[in-house]
């Protein structure tokens, strides 16, 4: 490997500039533009001196009046890519970034002015654009805004003029220095009432030494963001506004290289965005002891898309633990828990690879930190405690499914860990365990459904859903119903074969893999459950028309049972028809178009006493289980 010259020298507040010599590892970032707009040569990894002044034009006029901003042009930019430089000191709970990103404007209206946002604790320095070729600075005002989508409670906004607008449609890529502070902060959960120290499990993102993990939007403003105030006290606003910055800014790419400040024990891995990357250390004093020797420490995140998840960065302290099965590396002082886990997940293991494939496709990496968890794919921040494996498997098999599965589609990559778990329950305490905890989740999904008929707050298809009770908690009743219509075997072929697919990027690949597998026509049940949101079935039993049969089969009389299924919901169901007497059960399935009704006719050896239709398997407005005694005479 070709020897790295890095220049290391510890200014006043710890700023640093860090220079890779000729034929260094492609780690460069586009350095601010010299007094004539040029670009000067050179390989610089991060640059930010306070004692040297920089060129004049490279400090924009910042005016810090109150600016009046609409929530409109606070919500008309998506983000589409982000380049980052970023500078730990983790000493000092200290943040440096040089962040190059690019916006569009997804409004309707030109937009003369952008709007940016970072956590109310950093400052922002300088902001330009990339246009022409040239890198110029822009005019921006800065104020703080008041915003739960940050730990403080604030924000401070950048508002930046343009000198021609940006037009609907189109991009504009720009480039800023910003830093500060990444203290931990409960502030907006202690305005609102919350115990000091439920806040802090709660909010947990800082820099520290002990500690230093960042979730992003919606926990800190680590990165630049632009979207209206909203507050806890507010509803679920917050919650939605999350929802929406993942789902409209998954197609943007991201790329970190990441700089980490430290003194004595070298810190060892970080995390991006759910991914690792193993920290290469520089001492700067090799003669120094341990303790006492400083250095930095490097990692580059390669550019790829961010998905359906907001920017989050972690630093660890400690290699991690691997579980003697290889399934968990866990980043923990807790080393007596780790066996607990490795059991906890032999146990879970079987169930992953009847439905799922053979083997994990990532390993599942768990880091140890007391504090509301956190799940980001394969990478789960959690407490660990010893505890029985039979206690640890329920919660493991929704994160080790993300190890051995995963989509660009969030309803796929999180509905299957869902419905995972549930086969778990039901491999564990039984079929209607598993459908009671369907039914009770299925709950709060109707509450968010659209009504039937008429005018009705808007739904969310699984392709296009930003709420977690559409792609974890319907995603997992539509893998439910998909399983009783094709069966198991053909389900666990589609999933298998789906996770090795190359095209999983296409909406409608799940669809012509589980179609090619069962070969079954599933169009129908796509369209109305995800590629468009009808709601829910609202089934009842509009009749049951008993016959005696004088015969049946060889068996003696019997009977012919009529049921009429009438559903006056908008989507289509495909329920299980049950007569029933005693022990003794007859089952046929019935399918019923949205507002309309349909019959079946069951042979039953025997006398019914009752008709059951759907038996909580298929989500409805209301009751989810139907019953009518039948008199047989």
């Known amino acids: 490997m070709k020897k790295i010259a890095v220049l290391f020298a510890r200014r006043r507040l710890c700023l640093f500039s860090v220079v890779l010599a000729v034929g260094a590892i492609a780690m460069a970032q586009t350095p601010p533009p010299s007094p004539d707009g040029t670009v000067p040569h050179g390989k610089v990894l991060f640059n930010r001196d306070q004692d040297t002044p920089e060129p004049k034009v490279s400090k924009p006029p910042v005016d810090r009046q109150i600016v009046a901003v609409t929530d409109v042009e606070r919500a008309s930019l998506t983000f589409t890519a982000y380049d980052l430089d970023v500078h730990l000191a983790p000493a000092q709970s200290r943040l440096e970034v040089h962040a190059g990103f690019t916006v569009k404007n997804s409004g309707k209206e030109p937009l003369a002015r952008l709007v940016f946002q970072i956590s109310s604790s950093l400052r922002w320095e300088t902001i330009a654009v990339h246009q022409a070729g040239r890198i110029s600075s822009v005019p921006f005002a800065v104020q703080t805004v008041e915003t739960d989508a940050d730990h403080t409670g604030k924000a401070t906004e950048a508002v930046v003029s343009l000198s021609e607008p940006l037009q609907p449609g189109a991009r504009l ?316 075997e053909a389900l666990k072929r589609t999933l298998r074969s789906y996770r090795e697919d190359k095209l999983d990027t296409d909406p409608k690949e799940f669809q012509r893999v589980l179609e090619r597998v069962s070969k079954r026509d599933m169009g129908w049940f796509f369209d109305d459950w995800v590629y468009r949101d009808r709601g829910l079935p609202d089934l009842s039993i509009a009749s049951v028309t008993p016959r005696a049969l004088d015969k049946v089969a060889d068996k003696g009389p019997g009977w012919l049972v009529a049921v009429e299924v009438k559903n006056d919901g908008d989507a289509a169901a495909d329920v299980p028809v049950t007569v029933r007497s005693g022990t003794l059960t007859v089952t046929e399935r019935l399918r019923i178009s949205g507002h309309s009704s349909a019959s079946t006719r069951i042979v039953f050896a025997g006398t019914p006493q009752e008709v059951v239709v759907n038996d909580g398997s298929v989500p409805e407005v209301a009751a989810s289980v139907h019953t009518r005694q039948i008199v047989a005479q």
């Open 173 to 488: 890529e720009l480039t800023s220095f910003y830093s500060g502070e990444g203290k931990q902060s409960a502030e907006r959960l202690e305005r609102i009432g919350a115990p000091a120290d439920q806040a802090a499990r709660a909010d947990w993102d800082q820099i520290s030494p002990e500690w230093t993990g960042l979730r992003g939007f919606g926990n800190v403003l680590w990165y630049p963001t632009a979207a209206a105030p909203v507050f806890l006290g507010d509803g679920a606003k917050l919650f939605e506004s999350v929802g929406q910055a993942k789902l409209q800014q998954a197609a943007a790419t991201v790329h970190l290289r990441l700089t980490v400040e430290y003194t004595g024990d070298t810190p060892d891995a970080a995390f991006f965005c759910g991914r690792r990357e193993q920290l290469k250390t520089v001492s700067e004093n090799e003669n120094l002891p341990v303790a006492e020797s400083a250095g930095i420490a490097t990692a580059e995140f390669s550019e790829r898309r961010l998905g359906f998840r907001t920017l989050s960065l972690f630093v660890t302290d400690r290699a991690g633990t691997v579980t003697e099965n290889s399934l968990i590396s866990a980043v923990t002082e807790h080393y007596d828990t780790v066996p607990s886990y490795s059991a906890g997940a032999g146990k879970v293991s079987p169930l992953l690879k009847e439905w799922l494939g053979d083997g994990p496709l990532n390993v599942l990496y768990l880091l140890d930190h007391d504090g509301q968890p956190f799940e980001d794919d394969a990478l789960l921040v959690a407490p660990m405690r010893a505890a029985a494996a039979d206690v640890l498997a329920p919660p493991l098999t929704h994160s080790l499914s993300h190890a051995w599965f995963g989509s660009s589609h969030v309803w796929l990559d999180e509905g299957v860990a869902q419905f995972m778990s549930l086969l778990w329950l039901e491999q564990t305490l039984g079929r209607d365990v598993a459908l009671q905890q369907l039914q009770e989740e299925a709950k709060t999904l109707a509450l968010a459904e659209p009504a039937p008929v008429g005018p009705a707050e808007e739904g969310q298809s699984l392709i296009l859903a930003r709420d977690e009770v559409y792609y974890r908690t319907k995603a997992a009743a539509v893998l439910w119903m998909l399983r009783s219509l094709v069966g198991d």
